[in-house]
């Protein structure tokens, strides 16, 4: 049984060459740095083999995370997510059809994001997101990672 109940099904024969995700899940336990630095490094050498970009928020028990790629790629991905037992209460919260890549620089950027903004975040995203949004969301998100804010700063992305 999956650590996440979520299984994408019916996806078809697509129009546009990208698949793109934006997910949510939690950690049982904190990832040591150590281990989260382990699971970046082989994120990026994996997902560089198979031309999936992407960046990663993480707080201390919570990921969001948006991948884009080749539709049979990003499904796969997720359904190793889904088997990871780091990960459980996978929200899939967005799929959508592209024909570019928004982190074309990033096999995985990555985003250290307060407990504040990573619990707005996860209320919000399920109900603020369409396809428009989920798309400016990981604009947004691929802006801050090129330009970082001061850590005092408080900003959502939403």
């Not at 994996?46 to 990663?56: A, F, K, S, Y």
């Not at 903004?117 to 969301?137: H, I, T």
């Amino acid at each position: 049984m999956p650590a996440c109940s979520y299984w994408i099904t019916g996806c078809g024969i697509l129009s546009k060459s990208l698949l793109r995700i934006l997910y949510t899940s939690k950690t049982h336990n904190r990832l040591s740095d150590v281990d989260l630095t382990k699971l970046l490094h082989q994120s990026r050498e994996n997902n560089q083999r198979i031309q999936i970009h992407g960046i990663l928020c993480y707080n201390h028990s919570d990921f969001i995370q948006v991948l884009e790629g080749p539709e049979t790629a990003v499904i796969a991905l997720y359904k190793k997510i889904l088997d990871d037992e780091r990960h459980h209460d996978c929200k899939l919260i967005n799929i959508c059809l592209s024909n570019k890549y928004i982190f074309n620089n990033w096999a995985m950027g990555y985003i250290d994001i307060s407990q504040g903004d990573m619990r707005r975040l996860r209320q919000e995203l399920p109900e603020k997101l369409s396809n428009d949004n989920a798309d400016k969301f990981a604009y947004q998100l691929k802006h801050y990672l090129n330009n970082p804010i001061k850590k005092t700063d408080q900003t959502i992305f939403i």
